[in-house]
């Protein structure tokens, strides 16, 4: 059974500091590797993705994967209360492009 | 211009009744999706489509049925609707191994 964990929170960071999210995956021939923000009410968005081991950044985000450990987690510097949302972990593990998802962490950004 | 949009927003219908979403997406993608979240909020893939071409049939009630007259549409119907049916249905597409991008959800209540 593949599978995606990630702690469901709430993950209460005060504004301005770092938050720092988590995903863990059971599938080592897993290929890519996806953040997703879904704000209550909402759609899920796709906010970063990454491939290759290594740390991805846009702007405030910063994706890290490390495929040995198979973990994936989300830096985001700077935490506005407009962060505040569930994020979502999904992992492609192969070619029939089958997302596996987490069942998302509730981020808090206090005021 | 909306890339992913589906219809209707809010569903609220008696139990028995048959039920369709429609789903369409203007960004080219090869490959469609249509997902479940419950009230917990987990995410559950139901089918996907790539081409027009079932690729992934989840374990799913065989009163849903997916219909795909074209690569950029990806219909759902549901016959005989039971109270565990309420849910948000989100219709997404992706191209490749990159990421999805989802409709703005139906949210379906059966009363």
């Known amino acids: 059974q593949k599978e995606v964990e990630q702690n469901s929170g709430p993950l209460s960071v005060p504004e301005g500091a770092i938050a720092s999210l988590n995903c863990t995956y059971s599938d080592r021939g897993s290929q890519s590797f996806f953040w997703y923000r879904q704000y209550s009410g909402k759609s899920p968005e796709l906010i970063m993705f990454?491939?290759s081991n290594g740390d991805k950044e846009d702007g405030r985000f910063t994706a890290q994967l490390n495929k040995a450990s198979q973990y994936v987690s989300l830096l985001i510097r700077d935490s506005q209360p407009s962060d505040s949302a569930t994020y979502l972990c999904a992992v492609n593990t192969d070619s029939n492009y089958q997302l596996i998802w987490g069942a998302g962490t509730k981020l808090i950004i206090k005021p | 211009d909306t890339a992913v949009s589906q219809t209707p927003k809010y569903l609220v219908t008696q139990m028995g009744n048959d039920k369709s979403i429609k789903c369409e997406q203007n960004l080219g993608h090869d490959t469609m999706y249509w997902y479940k979240q419950d009230s917990k909020k987990f995410l559950k893939i139901m089918f996907s489509?790539?081409?027009?071409?079932?690729?992934i049939n989840e374990t799913v009630p065989n009163r849903f049925s997916p219909k795909s007259p074209d690569k950029a549409h990806l219909n759902l119907h549901i016959n005989s609707l039971e109270l565990g049916d309420s849910a948000v249905y989100f219709c997404?597409?992706?191209?490749?191994?990159?990421?999805?991008?989802f409709g703005q959800g139906t949210r379906l209540t059966v009363v």
């Open positions: 489509y790539n081409n027009k071409e079932l690729i």
């Open positions: 990454i491939y």
């Open positions: 997404a597409s992706s191209q490749d191994l990159s990421g999805a991008f």
